[in-house]
C-alpha cells in the first residue's frame, strides 16, 4: 500500500464548477499535511496547509481527519488557471525522518471553459 | 520565502557519463532534500542531504550512485553517477526553512536529465 493515496483523476471540469479530490495517509504518526500544486514543467508550489480544524483560503478549502486518516481539497467556481496537477503531501513526525516529505501520485485537473 | 536555485536546469548526457547538480538556498535551512520524479510520476526523495555528514538514502537509493554533498546550511550538490537511459527523469532539489513551524517546504526548478 503507498503511503499516500489520492484519487487517480484525471478530472475535467467546467469553468465556475465544484471539485474535489481526496486522499488517504497510512503513517498515523503523521504530523503535518499539505497540498501542493504543480503545473506543467515546473516544481511544486504549496498551495495550502491542511489544519486539524479545516482550513479555507478563498475558493481552497481543505479538510483533515486524523482518525480516518483522510485529507480533502475543495476547490469552488473552478478557473482556467486552476488546472494543474494537485499533489497530496504529508510530513513524518519526529526521528531520523523528521521533515521528509511524502507524495501522493497527484491528481491532474483540467479546467475548460 | 527562500528561493532555491537550481542548475542545470536541464542536459542531455551520454550513458555512462555523470551529471552533478546545484542547488543554492538563500536562507539558510535545516533540511535540504532531493527528489526525482520520472515522467507522468510524483516525487520520490531520493536522500537527505545533511550537512558535513553522509546523506541519509531512502531504500532504492545508494550513495555509489547518487553521491550528495552538503558542505554548508545552504549548499548541496547531487550527483548520477554512471547514467543510464533509466535514470532519465527530473531531480529536484528541496529545503525547510530554519526554526519555522510548520514550514513550507521550497523546491529548486528541477534538473530535466535525458540520458542516451
Redesign the interface.
Known amino acids: 500500500r503507498k503511503e499516500v493515496e489520492q484519487d487517480p483523476g484525471p478530472f475535467n471540469v467546467p469553468e465556475g464548477a465544484t471539485v474535489a479530490f481526496n486522499c488517504t495517509y497510512s503513517n498515523s504518526a503523521s504530523q503535518?499535511f499539505f497540498w501542493y500544486r504543480q503545473d506543467c514543467?515546473?516544481?511544486?508550489?504549496?498551495l495550502m496547509?491542511v489544519y486539524s480544524s479545516g482550513n479555507e483560503d478563498g475558493r481552497f478549502t481543505a479538510q483533515l481527519n486524523r482518525a480516518s486518516q483522510y485529507i480533502s481539497l475543495l476547490i469552488r467556481d473552478s478557473k482556467l488557471s486552476d488546472s494543474a496537477t494537485y499533489?497530496c503531501v504529508v510530513r513524518n513526525a519526529g526521528g531520523?525522518s523528521?521533515?521528509?516529505?511524502?507524495?501522493?501520485?497527484?491528481t491532474i485537473l483540467t479546467v475548460h471553459p | 520565502s527562500a528561493v532555491i536555485s537550481q542548475k542545470p536546469s536541464r542536459d542531455i548526457c551520454q550513458r555512462g557519463t555523470s551529471l552533478t547538480i546545484q542547488c543554492q538556498v538563500d536562507s539558510q535551512v535545516?533540511?535540504m532534500?532531493w527528489y526525482r520524479q520520472q515522467p507522468g510520476?510524483?516525487?520520490?526523495?531520493i536522500a537527505?542531504a545533511n550537512q558535513g555528514s553522509e546523506a541519509?538514502y531512502e531504500s532504492g537509493f545508494v550513495i555509489d550512485k547518487f553521491p550528495i554533498s552538503r558542505p554548508n546550511l545552504t549548499f548541496s550538490t547531487l550527483t548520477v553517477s554512471n547514467m543510464s537511459p533509466e535514470d532519465s527523469s527530473i531531480y529536484?532539489c528541496?529545503g525547510?526553512i530554519l526554526g519555522v513551524r510548520?514550514t513550507?517546504?521550497f523546491?529548486?526548478?528541477?534538473t530535466?536529465l535525458t540520458v542516451v
Open positions: 503535518s514543467r515546473k516544481e511544486p508550489k504549496l496547509s499533489l531520523t523528521y521533515g521528509k516529505l511524502t507524495f501522493g501520485q497527484g | 535545516t533540511m532534500f510520476q510524483s516525487l520520490t526523495l537527505t541519509t529536484l528541496s525547510n510548520k513550507e517546504a523546491f529548486g526548478q528541477g530535466r
